[in-house]
């Protein structure tokens, strides 16, 4: 397979671990026979000291005709007394909207080799979990209506939550065709026992369940899954869930696997193509000390060997060369707890070793 991929290197740390990534998917395509060209284009911080602005149309324009899109991270303190919409932030929004990219998908598992690091009680921690949270990306409060206006006490402000039929069906299709490579359970998280848009969501994401009979599909309401994910995580597998609910929820999965430096993910929209990048910032603080943890970015290609271009096998040989390298013990500085850590280089040499 020949693929275009386009380097969102951005600021911090970004340019190390993008690099990272870099080398494990070309080894890959070494490995399986297949033919990657890597573009990199200016975003944030960077595109802001050479053009001026955080998201150039090249950059834009370059990911629109790329097969698929790699991203560091983007800010840092010397760009944060800009005013908001000149941040280098304001890039991931734009980035986001001109690829259409409604559906956030985002793994967090707990690896067996790092279950100490893992802030639930031992007995928990042991059980392990992997789960998947498929967030709508584009609609929702974050996008309704809103503003201020005079009410009964006086100035209020308020947003309004809106989801079509339209926005569920699809965002719900991306849960189950998940699930259908996973172990087959959908959880759709909402609050239908109060909200109107919660009991078209339920609605809706039962109509699609239809259409995949092998899928379990069940209900939990919001406030349950806020407590179950910290109670019992290892009940998950895909759950899909609005805009907000789905930043809430994905930020406590990603805190009880207990490292940031670990976490993938990829959003997608109505073209395979999507773009792949860690949860975790720019992490200003080490940035150039070779000790940033690769591993979120290089799990991010995987991520992308698998929904973009449907390279299953590719993707597991990566996330196989990861689980080795912690098995063996193999750690950088923010999974150490003060050992012997290695270097970003060095992590990304040990995973090469192993594909
Ligand atoms: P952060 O995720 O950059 O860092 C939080 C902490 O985690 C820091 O101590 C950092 O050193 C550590 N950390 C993060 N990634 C790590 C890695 N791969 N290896 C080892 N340690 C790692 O969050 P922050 O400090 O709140 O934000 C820093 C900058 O990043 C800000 O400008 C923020 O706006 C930006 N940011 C960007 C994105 C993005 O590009 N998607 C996301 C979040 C924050």
Known sequence: MKMNIALLRGDGIGPEIVDSAVEVLKKVADKFGHEMNFTPYLIGGAAIDATGKPLPEETVEGCLASDSVLLGAVGGPKWDTLPGDQRPEKALLGIRAAMELYTNLRPARLYPALKDDCP?????????????????LTGGIYFGDRGYREGKYGTEAYDTECYSRVEIERIARAAFEAAMVRNKNVISIDKANVLETSRLWRKTVHEI???????????????????????????????????????????????????????????????????????????????GKDIAN??????????????????????????????????????TADISHGEGAIGCKAMTEEILKRI
Do not use: W
């Open 209 to 287: 369940a239809a259409e995949y009979p092998e899928v379990t599909c069940t209900d939990m309401l919001v406030d349950n899954a806020a407590m179950q994910l910290v109670k019992n995580p290892s009940q998950f597998d895909v759950v899909v869930t609005s805009n907000m609910f789905g930043d809430i929820l994905s930020d406590e999965a990603s805190q009880i696997t207990g490292s940031i430096g670990m976490l993938a993910s990829a959003s997608l929209g109505k073209t395979k193509r999507g773009l792949y990048e860690p949860i975790h910032g720019s992490a200003p603080d080490i940035a």
């Open 294 to 331: 690769p591993i979120a970015t290089i799990l991010s290609g995987a991520m992308m060997l698998r929904y973009a271009f449907g390279l299953e096998e590719e993707a597991l040989c990566i996330e196989k060369a990861v689980d080795d390298v912690l098995d063996a013990g193999i750690r």
């Open 120 to 136: 639930l009680k031992a007995e928990i921690a042991e059980k392990g979990f992997d789960l998947l949270i498929v967030r709508e």
